[in-house]
């Protein structure tokens, strides 16, 4: 196991990275033998003694960052990913498994150590064989400082992720969700130890599985249920889906990403209903699989006094859309709290805003809506003009009504991409 000493990284917290990015960049450019690659380093960096330098190429190594072959050395994939993408949180799994206690110091952190002392004190009780010295723990938070994983404010240390916050949009790398939630690694629906949530991982190499995952137009989402081989059971992570509300559980949804072990958050969703349908199993046998649709979590409540969304005026839906008061999760009284004032969710207010303002003609052809629906209304459909699984908001102003075939259009079609731009275009145009 590699341990992490002050010559082996040269610059602070903030230069690291940078160096690192250099250091790949010309490795992959000019695939240098192992003497031409010491002289380079020597060259860009203040190490004063060629035994830091090579411990500072079998570091790079060790983490899974370079690799020598026929006596040249190249970029591995994490390596080639951190400088062409600039995406160094590839480089968690490598620290993580390749340096004696940087895992630890993670689960330090998230079961309460905030200080440098707690965090050495904790680690002691993990190691008592091996003891971390104070200055290779400080290395070890540098790193996890310069990731931008462990945030450090006046000698405290804190884990944004440790209360299950995450940004829809953003990438994060799955090693360490699970080093600090304590999660299934391998598996697709991931129940953590650490907070009350369900984690569904989402990604086309699961079809190969017999997964098969999708957003359906209304950006609710069908989920394929665990379970590789045979008839899928309600059971493990399948129960846990199908009952997260009775469990007290929320369910977060991220996708995998084409570089190695990093995910996007695309949101947190709710369970609607479940199907079983015939779908093949690894060995290309048909089988029952269970697929769940869910929907996303609206987010807000807002409270209207004297009837309900359809009451009010077009400008008044518009400033009650806009609205973000705090949702309560998992009161079922807040829907009422008066005899006069109701609470809806944020969701069906956007909703019913996009109609009305729509009225009845579909603002993607312009055409009146192809029927009535069972309740005598114009049958179309809300788009979000920017998903809400990329970072859109569920705000009036990224919303509007779409007959089903212009819906299907943007989101299945050839130039689908091109018409979604066209239909933002109007929207900003369009005066209010």
């Known amino acids: 196991m590699a341990r992490m000493t002050a010559e082996r990284f040269f610059g602070g917290v903030d230069g690291r990275l940078s160096y690192l990015h250099s250091t790949l960049q010309h490795i992959s450019e000019s695939t240098p033998s192992h003497s031409d690659l010491q002289a380079w380093v020597q060259q860009q960096t203040p190490a004063g003694s060629s035994q830091a330098i090579r411990r500072n190429i079998a570091f790079l190594e060790q983490i899974d960052l370079i690799e020598e072959v026929d006596g040249r050395y190249r970029p591995t994939n994490k390596g080639e990913v951190f400088w062409q993408r600039d995406e160094p949180l590839v480089m968690y799994e490598g620290l ?38 104070d200055g290779v723990i400080a290395k070890h938070l540098e790193w996890l400082r310069a990731l931008d994983l462990v945030p450090e404010s006046d ?29 299934e690694r391998y598996k697709g629906i991931a129940t953590p130890s650490a907070l009350d949530i369900v984690m569904l991982f989402t990604g086309e190499s699961g079809s190969a599985y017999g997964y098969e995952d999708t957003f359906l137009p209304d950006d609710r989402f069908v989920y394929t249920g665990e ?29 995998s990403t084409d570089m190695p072990w990093l995910v996007t958050y695309l949101g947190e969703y709710e369970y609607e209903k479940h199907v079983i349908d015939a779908l093949p199993d690894e060995t290309g046998t048909d089988r029952d699989a269970i697929r769940f649709t869910l929907a996303p979590v609206g987010g807000t409540d807002v409270e209207i006094a ?48 996009a109609l009305r303002q729509a009225d009845g003609v579909c603002q993607g052809c312009g055409d009146e809506a192809p029927f009535l629906d069972s309740g005598g209304e114009p049958f179309l459909e809300v788009h979000h003009l920017t998903r809400r699984s990329d970072g859109g908001p569920d705000d009036p102003d990224n919303v509007i009504a779409l007959c089903p075939n212009c819906h299907r259009r943007v989101h299945e079609g050839r130039d689908g991409d091109a018409f979604n731009r066209k239909l933002k275009e109007e929207e900003a145009n369009r005066d209010r």
């Open 306 to 353: 004297e009837g309900s969304p359809e009451s009010l005026s077009l400008d008044h839906l518009y400033e009650k859309a806009k609205q973000s008061s705090p949702t309560v999760r998992g009161d079922e009284s807040r829907s009422t709290t008066t005899a006069t004032r109701r609470s809806y969710q944020r969701s069906r207010i956007v909703q019913e805003y």
């Open 96 to 133: 993580a498994t390749n340096v004696d206690g940087f895992r630890e110091i993670c689960r330090a952190i998230s079961s309460g150590a905030r200080t440098s002392s707690a965090i050495r004190d904790q680690l002691k009780q993990a190691f008592p064989d091996y003891e971390l010295s």
């Open 227 to 255: 379970g590789v081989e045979g008839d899928m059971t309600m059971d493990g992570g399948n129960a846990a889906i199908r009952h997260h509300r009775e469990n007290g559980e929320s369910l977060h949804l991220f996708e």
């Open 155 to 183: 000698g405290v240390y804190s884990i944004p992720i440790e209360d299950g916050n995450f940004r829809v949009g953003e990438m994060y790398n799955r090693w360490f969700i699970h080093d600090v939630l304590k999660g």
